[in-house]
T-cell receptor
Framework: NAGVMQNPRHLVRRRGQEARLRCSPM?????VYWYRQLPEEGLKFMVY????????ESGMPKERFSAEFPKEGPSILRIQQVVRGDSAAYFC??????????????FGPGTRLTVL | GENVEQHPSTLSVQEGDSAVIKCTYS??????FPWYKQELGKGPQLIID?????GEKKDQRIAVTLNKTAKHFSLHITETQPEDSAVYFC???????????FGSGTRLQVQP
């Protein structure tokens, strides 16, 4: 049973370019979460999605950042016009449908974004 | 919003000793408390979790305790081994919201 998959694992962008990060949840999971981790810090919540719906985006910057989880395909975190401060590790997590065990979030290996 | 404080930031122990990491949280609505282990270059891996209706939970060498009144929870690792060396994060969640709030992490080094 494959875990949460993220790609690419490493992404280098120049300032002003766009970054697209992909996340495929565990099989049977329909809840996806994105977190950002700056060096030597804990993870910070960005957004919570279910299929075709954004449930909570309270942690996501209002500008340049967007997320989607379409009916088919992976969840996408998109960062437009990247700046150096966007350099971080971005982690995706997934959890199954209620009821039972819905609280547990399983994390992927992350995408490490470097902005030059 | 929720705020989670974690101590210590670094912890060095001898192999076979115990390690204790402590966290406090601020939001009384939080009712789920997982602990994650993160190795270099990898994603966080869940090692144990506890819900607010339980005071203690144990899984082999790992245990977690929760004091709801004090808004305090702790991770205990006994008989530490070099492979326990990693960064450990506590987290808290209000399951109505589902967003995890993480502590700042504890770098555990187990000396052989």
């Amino acid at each position: 049973n494959a875990g949460v998959m993220q790609n690419p694992r490493h992404l280098v962008r120049r300032r002003g370019q766009e970054a697209r990060l992909r996340c495929s949840p565990m099989k049977g999971h329909s809840h996806v979460y994105w977190y950002r981790q700056l060096p030597e810090e804990g993870l910070k919540f960005m957004v919570y999605l279910q299929k075709e719906n954004i449930i909570d985006e309270s942690g996501m910057p209002k500008e340049r950042f967007s997320a989607e989880f379409p009916k088919e395909g992976p969840s996408i975190l998109r960062i437009q016009q990247v700046v150096r401060g966007d350099s971080a590790a971005y982690f995706c997590a997934s959890s199954p449908l209620p009821p039972g065990g819905t609280d547990t979030q399983y994390f992927g290996p992350g995408t490490r974004l470097t902005v030059l | 919003g929720e705020n989670v404080e974690q101590h210590p930031s670094t912890l060095s122990v001898q192999e076979g000793d115990s390690a204790v990491i402590k966290c406090t949280y601020s939001d009384s609505a939080s009712n789920y408390f997982p602990w994650y282990k993160q190795e270099l270059g990898k994603g966080p891996q869940l090692i144990i979790d506890i819900r607010s209706n339980v005071g203690e939970k144990k899984d082999q060498r790992i245990a977690v305790t929760l004091n709801k009144t004090a808004k305090h929870f702790s991770l205990h690792i006994t008989e530490t081994q070099p492979e326990d060396s990693a960064v450990y994060f506590c987290a808290a969640m209000d399951t109505g919201r589902r967003a995890l709030t993480f502590g700042s992490g504890t770098r555990l080094q187990v000396q052989p």
